[in-house]
């Protein structure tokens, strides 16, 4: 298994320490949040709730995009979005085939690297292929609006990389507000080929966990009141 120590070797650090028995050393550092996709946004809430004891909450809607979402934080600078279509906006495309699945299951991941600006000419330099960044915004149910720019890989291998993404200054972080008391333990890739990913891993400045699997797959443990959810894609 290899890990967040390839990432340090070429950083020129040393790893000190093994993994910490409260799985703080298991969650990236610049990890800002992953997003549980459902069929259908009530029983994505219900399944989360059920098996961790916390209920998430309405978030709202993405205009044009066809999703609507609810959010859970996870701690401190990470939360939980989980995503589903959005009845009102059917002809939108169903960019993560969230129509087709059967269970809730990993659809992605979100990274938070600073400046997106100053984090694009790391990118441009590393010769790898992006868009953006690019400004978001949704409004929540109270009428505040959440404003931020994202950026997006052109190859995420499979889905594996996140997607980049900056908040703007006056805009509250969801896991400041979001409903409280699940933490995120474990997030970790999976993939056939772990050199290759951690040298994409490695040139973005992402200290994930990378193991050896049959297939490419995201794998998050949650913690919350009625114990741990364990989550894949």
Not at 12 to 33: I, M, Q, R, Y
Not at 67 to 76: V, Y
Not at 142 to 168: A, C, M, Q, V, Y
Not at 184 to 205: H, N, Q
Request: proline content about 6%; overall charge neutral.
């Amino acid at each position: 298994m290899v890990s967040r120590r390839y990432f340090l070797a070429l950083s020129g650090l040393a790893l000190t320490s093994s993994f910490a028995s409260s799985g703080a050393d298991e969650v990236p550092t610049l990890l800002d949040h992953i997003l549980l996709g459902c069929s259908d946004l009530d029983r994505g809430i219900g399944f989360v709730e059920e098996h961790t004891g916390v209920r998430a909450a309405f978030g709202g809607v993405h205009p044009g995009r066809g999703t609507r979402n609810a959010l859970l934080s996870l701690g401190e600078k990470h939360y939980l979005e989980i995503i589903a279509p959005d009845p009102k906006q059917s002809a939108a495309s169903d960019h993560y085939g969230l129509q087709k699945l059967a269970a809730p299951r990993l659809v992605g991941w979100a990274a938070h690297p600073g400046d997106l600006n100053q984090f694009a000419g790391r990118v441009r330099n590393a010769k790898l292929a992006f868009d953006g960044p690019n400004p978001g915004s949704r409004k929540r149910p109270d009428g505040h609006l959440l404003e931020w720019k994202t950026l997006n890989l052109k190859d995420d291998r499979d889905s594996l990389l996140p997607f980049f993404i900056e908040w703007s200054a006056g805009t509250i972080h969801p896991s400041v507000d979001a409903p409280s008391g699940c933490k995120i333990v474990r997030f970790e890739l999976a993939t056939p080929d772990p050199e290759k990913l951690e040298k994409s891993a490695a040139l973005l400045g992402l200290d994930v966990g990378i193991v050896e699997g049959a297939k490419a797959q995201l794998r998050a443990t949650l913690a919350g009141p009625n114990g741990e959810l364990s989550l894949s894609s």
